[in-house]
């Protein structure tokens, strides 16, 4: 059984660049969400996809956009990057129906923008 | 929307001797906690959780309690070594299946030998 991977590990981009960034959800898990984790602080929610569509969404502008493909991999699309997102940006897959706390995290993409 | 706030910290203990984090949130619909641990350059990884017909839960060293009416809960870890030297994050949920988790902002416990 394989866990969540996501990819890149780390890249740099500067401010107004765009970017994406992709997650392969555990084996036999349908849905996945993806959270912003700043230095020093906990994980913000930001959406999550079920059946290829967003399901859920938090407090981020519509900048921050997703995709989730058949296989159930998904990815993040960040456009007019600001200096504020910095951050970690975990990847979480889980069965949906499902109490949504049951959630496995990849290692993260770590973003710095310049 | 959902609050969670977490405390101390940071918290530094004996080895072998017990740790305690307290949360609160803010929405009484919040039916669901779930703890946290994250090492140092690592991923999130699940200890413990409570959903809220529950009181007290146990696994091993580590408990976790739940008090609705003053809606707070706290995670016990007894006979601490150093390998639950960590950032231990408190989180919860109120959604109906479609939202995510609020986090609280992180406790760094530090095991002392």
């Known amino acids: 059984e394989t866990g969540v991977t996501q990819s890149p590990t780390h890249l740099i981009k500067t401010r107004g660049q765009q970017v994406t960034l992709r997650c392969s959800s555990q084996s036999g898990h349908n849905t996945v969400s993806w959270y912003q984790q700043a230095l020093g602080q906990g994980p913000q929610f930001i959406f999550q996809y079920y059946r290829e569509e967003e399901n859920g969404r938090g407090n981020f502008p519509p900048r921050f956009s997703g995709l989730q493909f058949p296989n159930y991999s998904s990815e993040l699309n960040v456009n007019a990057l600001e200096l504020d997102d910095s951050a970690l940006y975990l990847c979480?897959?889980?069965?949906?129906?499902?109490?949504?706390?049951?959630?496995?995290f990849g290692e993260g993409s770590r973003l710095t923008v310049l | 929307g959902e609050n969670v706030e977490q405390h101390p910290s940071t918290l530094s203990v004996q080895e072998g001797d017990s740790a305690v984090i307290k949360c609160t949130y803010s929405d009484s619909a919040s039916n669901y906690f779930p703890w946290y641990k994250q090492e140092l350059g690592k991923r999130p990884q699940l200890i413990i959780d409570?959903?809220?017909?529950?009181g007290e839960k146990k696994d091993q060293r580590i408990a976790v309690t739940l008090n609705k009416t003053a809606k707070h809960f706290s995670l016990h870890i007894t006979e601490t070594q150093p390998e639950d030297s960590a950032v231990y994050f408190c989180?919860?949920?109120?959604?109906?299946?479609?939202?995510?988790?609020?986090f609280g902002k992180g406790t760094h416990l530090i095991i002392q030998p």
């Open positions: 989180a919860g949920y109120s959604g109906g299946g479609a939202d995510g988790l609020t």
């Open positions: 979480a897959s889980s069965l949906y129906g499902t109490m949504v706390g049951e959630l496995f």
């Open positions: 409570i959903r809220s017909n529950v």
